[in-house]
């Protein structure tokens, strides 16, 4: 039997050869995307703040008393909730951050209809359904209300007084819509058009409404990708 010996220079062509398809392999694999290490990090997944569909909210709005990072008012703790006057005035000083615009004013006309209507009236003249029903009609397109400062009816809608409760549930960016509103229907504001009045009828939602609000985190994640899919 004859033992059949290659020569050292075939034997080193068939390494190299070898060493050649490993190569290509690994450069085949690397160029395919293929990944050595998958591990549970990826795959598809909700992140913090993120709503797992564009539909859904994944959190609610900041609790009452949190200080906000682009906050225009003082934290909670510098300022009583307590419905007085001296707690009021003590917000009169507050500059409001919200220029008067459209947008503005329509937001204002959407938590005004809702929120105080009731009982200041459509125009803020004080006729209002709580005044048909004997409520005492307060006006705030009077001369006393016309002269307190933005921080003032800032302050008011934060925490009530009297028989007029807190509306602190609006937020407070949306606060000062609220106040460049009522300044409108003070016939203060005369350069920017806007409405007065119910926007539809009660139960109707969509654009009637306000939207959420802006400093808690209820809205989608900016970095969302928009073609959806893992990451
Ligand atoms: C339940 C009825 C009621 C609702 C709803 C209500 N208010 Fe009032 N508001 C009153 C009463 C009553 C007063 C007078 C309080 C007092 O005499 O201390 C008042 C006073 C005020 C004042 C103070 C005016 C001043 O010159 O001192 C402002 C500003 C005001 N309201 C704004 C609002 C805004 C804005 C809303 C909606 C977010 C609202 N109110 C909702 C009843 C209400």
């Not at 005035?89 to 615009?101: R, T």
């Not at 654009?207 to 985190?217: N, R």
Request: proline letters at 9%; charged letters at 20%.
């Amino acid at each position: 039997m004859s033992v059949e010996r290659k020569a050292p220079g075939a034997q080193r062509g068939a390494i190299d050869a070898r060493v050649l398809r490993a190569l290509l392999f690994t450069g085949l694999l690397a160029s395919s995307g293929c990944e050595w290490f998958t591990d549970f990090k990826r795959q598809p997944h909700v992140v913090t703040w993120e709503s797992w569909s564009p539909e859904t909210l994944s959190v609610r709005g900041s609790p009452q008393g949190s200080v906000p990072t682009d906050g225009t008012a003082m934290p909670a703790y510098m300022v009583s909730y307590a419905p007085m006057p001296a707690t009021i005035d003590s917000m009169a000083g507050i500059a409001n951050p919200v220029p008067v615009s459209e947008a503005s004013l329509a937001a204002g006309r959407k938590h005004y209809q809702i929120n105080c209507a009731v009982c200041h009236g459509d125009n803020g003249d004080g006729v209002s359904i709580g005044s048909r029903y004997g409520l005492i009609s307060f006006p705030l397109t009077s001369d006393v209300t016309k002269a307190r400062t933005d921080g003032y009816i800032f302050g008011m809608i934060r925490n009530g007084r009297a028989s007029m409760p807190s509306y602190n549930r609006i937020e407070e960016r949306d606060r000062w819509d609220v106040v460049n509103y009522i300044r409108a229907l003070q016939g203060r504001v005369t350069d920017v058009p806007f409405e007065r009045g119910p926007l539809a009828m009660p139960g109707v939602t969509g654009d009637k409404v306000p939207g959420p609000g802006t400093l808690g985190p209820t809205r989608a994640i900016p970095h969302r990708p928009t073609s959806g899919g893992a990451r």
